[in-house]
């Protein structure tokens, strides 16, 4: 199965201030189609996830631009900019190139 | 809109069954393939496997073959997951979801299933 390793564990932001998420996979999430199924989530407590970035760096329906996706191959991030109370949670990335889908295991965005 | 609706929470002893369903709209049910995550308490999450709502064939992540079963009533647009020989490990909130580009966009609410004696 690929490995999927979120960094940070933890991520203690100031509000307005900025936030980066690493993920890096086992292996290169470049599909054989040549697109990279990377994705990325946030879930509030007591809440289901919510698909935030997908295939890397395509921001879902009303996502607000202050999040952004980058990366290729088997090293990704996500980068959000302006922290917002709403945008505290755990932050989850999900390989879908490969079969098992895997996740990263998660980042908490806590308030310092 | 494109909603996922799951069934209540369930409170079950070791060695019962339990029947979680997801009943879809918004959409046509049998274009896109369902879903299935497990997130245990104060865990991550974890990608159990898939069914094909048009054919209806299931395909099992290698930790949920066995007494985890796909099924579906097409008829109702509802995805089935039933667990039989429950085990206090299985206790956990249970998602369906739905992709839009592999990508699990739709999330149902959640199903919480409590094993305890």
């Known amino acids: 199965d690929v490995v999927m390793t979120q960094t940070p564990v933890s991520l203690p932001v100031s509000l307005g201030g900025q936030a980066s998420i690493s993920c890096r996979s086992s292996q290169s999430l470049v599909h054989s189609n040549g697109n990279t199924y990377l994705h990325w989530y946030l879930q509030k407590p007591g809440q289901s996830p919510q698909l935030l970035i997908y295939r890397v760096s395509n921001r879902f329906s009303g996502v607000p631009d202050r999040f952004s996706g980058s990366g290729s191959g088997t090293d990704f991030t996500l980068k959000i900019s302006r922290v917002e109370p709403e945008d505290l949670g755990d932050y989850y990335c999900l390989q879908s190139t490969h079969f098992p889908r895997t996740f990263g295991g998660g980042t908490k965005l806590e308030l310092k | 809109q494109i909603q996922l609706v799951q069934s209540g929470p369930e409170l079950k002893k070791p060695g019962e069954s339990v029947k979680i369903s997801c009943k879809a709209s918004g959409y046509t049910f049998t274009d896109y393939a369902m879903h299935w995550v497990k997130q245990a308490p104060g865990k991550g999450l974890k990608w159990m496997g898939w069914?094909?709502?048009?054919?209806?064939?299931?395909t099992y992540a290698d930790d949920f073959k066995g007494r985890f079963v796909f099924s579906l009533e097409a008829s109702a647009s509802t995805a089935n997951l039933q667990i039989s020989n429950l085990k206090n490990e299985d206790t956990a909130t249970y998602f369906c979801?739905?992709?839009?580009?592999?990508?699990?966009?739709?999330w149902g609410q959640g199903t919480l299933v409590t094993v305890s004696s």
């Open positions: 979801a739905r992709d839009v580009y592999s990508d699990f966009a739709y």
């Open positions: 069914i094909n709502t048009y054919t209806g064939k299931p």
